[in-house]
């Protein structure tokens, strides 16, 4: 009796370190092979909107997240200064046609006289008739500057998206080339998952990938895009000496680098609103919608 006893205390045991080996190495594999990473991000493109010519902003067309779509105007440079360049531009435009009309009128004059008019007379013609036809050229390119200007005064989105962090008022000064609006690129939304770097050789551009996005039950879709070819070398810098600067430091504890996977989101329901910054966690499945295993 007391060797059954024994027997089945020795049988529970080598049970219970079976079942522990096996848990312990599903969990190893689980979060230190499998490729799925809780540090994930929405991430999106921001297109910074400055205008391309200065003035006073006369007209505000959008309002704080909005959304807009190419080609919206966002709002509205005061155009009289722009329209009176125009309007100074076409007169001298026709100013140099007139002239250009009269020169080329005196050379054809001077042609028909032949040898009985100066041959300074008629080099003196045809060089006037070039200078006149390079002025009108010239008042040509002021005139459709003058109207580039005039249709810049209205500044457009120039992606899909949503207004963000809108500040601008009428009556601000813009100055051309300072950004003032901020629009997230909606066609560029996606997720980003910082895999550890011991991960990335079960991960390959074409995989399949579930997002769940922390607080919300949906699962989203995606598929891994690319693979980021470089990160930032913490342990090295640039010095003034051209030479290379590393530090002398090391430490025996490394961690694994992290390496940004970009993943290209699919079938998106719309009742799910996509916000660049939310968190999400990342997991890769294989090309065949299967989980990917350790080997």
């Known amino acids: 009796m007391n060797t059954l006893k024994l027997i089945g205390r020795i049988c529970l045991t080598l049970i219970v370190v079976a079942a ?4 312990g190495r599903h969990m190893w594999t689980y979060y230190m092979e499998e490729p799925w990473t809780r540090d994930g991000k929405i991430r999106a493109d921001i297109v910074n909107i400055a205008p391309d010519v200065s003035g006073l902003v006369s007209d505000v067309m959008v309002r704080d997240n909005q959304q807009v779509h190419t080609g919206d105007i966002l709002f509205r ?3 009289r200064r722009f329209e009176l360049a125009l309007a100074q531009a076409e007169a001298s435009l026709e100013q140099s046609k007139s002239s250009w009309d009269l020169a080329i009128r005196e050379r054809e004059r001077q042609e028909r006289l032949g040898d009985s008019g100066s041959i300074q007379e008629r080099e003196k013609a045809a060089s006037t008739e070039e200078q006149a036809a390079a002025a ?6 002021t005139r459709d500057v003058a109207k580039l200007n005039l249709e810049r005064a209205d ?3 120039t992606v899909n998206g949503t207004i963000s962090n809108l500040s ?6 813009v100055a051309a080339g300072t950004a003032k609006v901020a629009v997230v690129n909606s066609d560029s939304l996606r997720a980003e998952g910082y895999f550890e770097e011991n991960k990335l050789p079960r991960i390959k551009p074409g995989d399949r990938a579930r997002i769940h996005l922390m607080g919300q039950k949906i699962v989203l879709d995606g598929v891994v895009d690319s693979i980021a070819t470089g990160i930032e070398d913490r342990e090295r810098s640039s010095s003034t000496g051209l030479l290379a600067n590393i530090t002398p430091t090391f430490n025996w504890v490394r961690l ?3 390496v940004p996977v ?3 989101l699919i079938n998106v329901p ?3 609103a996509l916000i660049a910054g939310l968190t999400a966690t990342v997991e890769v499945i294989g090309p065949d919608g299967e989980q990917l295993s350790s080997k």
């Open 262 to 264: 970009r993943i290209r």
């Open 20 to 23: 522990a080996v096996l848990v």
């Open 136 to 141: 009108y050229r010239e008042a040509v390119a």
């Open 256 to 258: 694994a680098q992290r």
């Open 168 to 173: 601008l008022q009428p009556g601000d000064y």
């Open 270 to 272: 719309q009742d799910v």
């Open 155 to 157: 500044v457009r989105s």
């Open 77 to 79: 440079v005061d155009k």
